[in-house]
């Protein structure tokens, strides 16, 4: 791999100014990187502070080639969760099969669980202080010029950048703006999900995963030493028209799929009506012909959403952006070949991780039919399944 620190500034570009959009993980490892290239960077976030919550992320493979390169390993260790283990349920609480946790003392096994909240502030104390972060604003224009791009901001200021970066999820404002129509690349994998992270429910021990699946239907939880996560997913043929910002219409999906289930779904359903942020959404993949247009680049969600199924979607974002990182290295000056480069040696590895979890991940968490799910049983109780 290419090491930014080699990196030289575009002539005629002293300390060129570059903006990003989304101030996740895939925001924050770009200006990482961004920053140790030489550019001056403003990070600009709709929220109003980091977006906090979700579930813990999976370190692994090359995403801790990549944080080591960013130094932050140590960080990560100290920060890591015990080992899981994960229990496929029956209706009576019977385990099908599933896969004992690794001993902490296991160190071949190399691979790392943190908590999102903990991965984000390492990021971004990695940053702070050294980038511009603008909260509580978007990007309402961008023109893509022959020596820049202008930008308009929501609050009516506009400026002048190399290069910009969208980094902004899966509902990506910057593809919006700058490639036309987000569902024209959005692939639907045929169910919705729920998920809420709430205060240790005592439905499961810490460190245990279990999954309770009927055709069409499946609920999971994850215990943790403090708090729980509740997963709740169903499976559709077609898309529902509902609004996403509409929370009582998504519990009343919900409501409507899972109520008269059993196992330990009537209890994770009490904690669908109380209070508290949750995420619900389709299940859907972002693939786009091309992640660039001019001096516009997307990392991540925004251009390559894996879906929350594949479980990589933290790693994706880490890795597209020391993988950018190293394309720009390669090519200075010369953005449309970084962009390429970029591309060229990041597609296939997305897209192998997107069509396993649109195949193999789909059938083994969230089975449509009786057939599938049959025949996802049979290979848990004779312990022939990959997890």
Partial sequence: MANPSTFVVPMGIPQASVLISGASFAGLATAYWMTKLGYRVTIVELASGLRRGGTPVDIEGETIEVLSRMGMMEAVRTKTLPPRDFEFKD?????????????????????????????????????????????????????????????????????????VFGCDGNRSNTRNLVFGDA????????????????????????????????????????GYEDRTDIA?????????????????????????????????????????????????????QIRMKSWSKGRVVLVGDAGYCVSPVAGMGGSMALIGAARLADA???????????F????????PFVEEVQERAATDGMSLLFPADALELAERNRKLIEGTIDL
Avoid at 189 to 210: H, I, K, Q, S
Avoid at 340 to 347: A, G, M, P, S
């Fill in 340 to 347: 390429q480069e970029y591309e060229d040696k990041l597609r």
């Fill in 232 to 284: 709740l997913a169903f499976r559709s043929d077609r898309q529902i028209d509902y609004d996403y910002r509409d929370k009582a219409q998504q519990r009343r999906l919900i409501h409507d799929h899972f109520d008269g289930l059993g196992w330990k779904v009537p209890s994770m359903l009490a904690y669908v009506d109380t209070d508290g942020d949750f995420y619900f959404d389709r299940a859907n």
């Fill in 91 to 163: 209706e009576n609480d019977g385990t099908l099969g599933g896969l004992k946790a690794s001993s902490s003392d296991d160190l071949s096994a190399r691979r790392y669980e943190i908590h999102r909240d903990d991965l984000l502030d390492i990021l971004f104390e990695a940053v702070e202080g050294s980038v511009e972060m603008k909260f509580g604003r978007s990007l309402t224009q961008i023109e893509d010029g022959p020596t820049g791009v202008t930008v308009m901001f929501s609050d009516g200021s506009q400026s002048e950048y190399a290069l």
């Fill in 183 to 222: 569902d024209a690349s959005a692939y639907f994998m045929g169910g919705y999900f729920y998920l809420r992270v709430v205060p240790d429910t005592g439905l499961l021990p810490a460190n245990r995963t279990e999954v309770f699946s009927v055709p069409g239907l499946t609920a999971m939880l994850n």
């Fill in 328 to 338: 720009i290295t390669l090519h200075p000056g010369d953005h449309a070949a970084a």
